[in-house]
Nanobody
């Protein structure tokens, strides 16, 4: 029902910052909760951050709390992930996802996924 396209990834030194964007199609974007996941080589895809349809509630993995900030602009059909104080262990492909279900930290809740954007952190 919705199409998602991530952008903003790249190569950044440790301690630097990056902002990822996820552009969504459709006129019903505001009806979906949104999430960011990441997957490093040889590892499982893991939850990073989630945001409710209104933007009033946000959720973060313990590993990124205080460093990552998720936000959305429903008028622009876009969700963002601001990443600060990058660490080498943040290196992964970052995926944007959409769901109408309530548990945003569960990968199985999401029905729509983007193709991902690569984030590489050097030391």
């Amino acid at each position: 029902q919705v199409q998602l396209v991530e952008s903003g990834g790249g190569l950044v030194q440790a301690g630097g910052s990056l902002r990822l964007s996820c552009a969504a199609s459709g006129r019903t974007f505001s009806m979906y909760h949104m999430g960011w996941f990441r997957q490093a080589p040889g590892k499982e895809r893991e939850f990073v951050a989630g945001i409710s349809w209104s933007g009033s509630s946000t959720y973060y993995a313990d590993s990124v709390k205080g460093r990552f900030t998720i936000s959305r602009d429903n008028a622009k059909n876009t969700v963002y992930l601001q990443i600060n104080s990058l660490k080498p262990e943040d290196t992964a492909v970052y995926y944007c996802a959409a769901t109408q279900r309530g548990y945003l930290m569960d990968r199985q809740s999401y029905s729509y996924w983007g193709h991902g954007t690569q984030v590489t952190v050097s030391s």
